[in-house]
């Protein structure tokens, strides 16, 4: 029998979540298309088949990356971390600002 997959500890999802959200956010600053709800669907779709073995159906909760399912596939950057779907806009982090110019 096969140990039921787990998601990572509390302090790897934050750090995992915060760098969505930059990637998230810098999409939304480029003005790049929102989610076609017909996407949402089907990435979730495909999440719910447990093709995986990553989707935890009680939480709706990915044990690969440890995000909340629901939320992950509305994101126009995110990916799946096993490769069943992939982001549906450019993942650009934003780089940092440099000295100024002389
Ligand atoms: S994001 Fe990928 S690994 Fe996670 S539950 Fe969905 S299909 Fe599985």
Do not use: F
């Not at 096993?82 to 982001?87: F, K, L, N």
């Amino acid at each position: 029998m096969s140990t039921p997959a787990r998601p990572p500890g509390i302090l790897q999802r934050i750090g995992r979540y915060l760098l969505a959200a930059l990637r998230e956010r810098a999409a939304e600053h480029r003005g790049d298309p929102q989610m076609d709800p017909a996407e949402i669907a089907r990435r979730h779709a495909i999440c719910r088949t447990n093709a995986c073995g990553q989707y935890l159906a009680a939480a709706d909760q990915c044990a690969a990356c440890g995000c909340h399912v629901g939320k992950k596939v509305a994101w126009r950057t995110a990916s799946c971390p096993r490769g069943h779907w992939a982001a549906v806009t450019p993942v650009v982090i934003p780089p940092r600002p440099g000295p100024p110019a002389a």
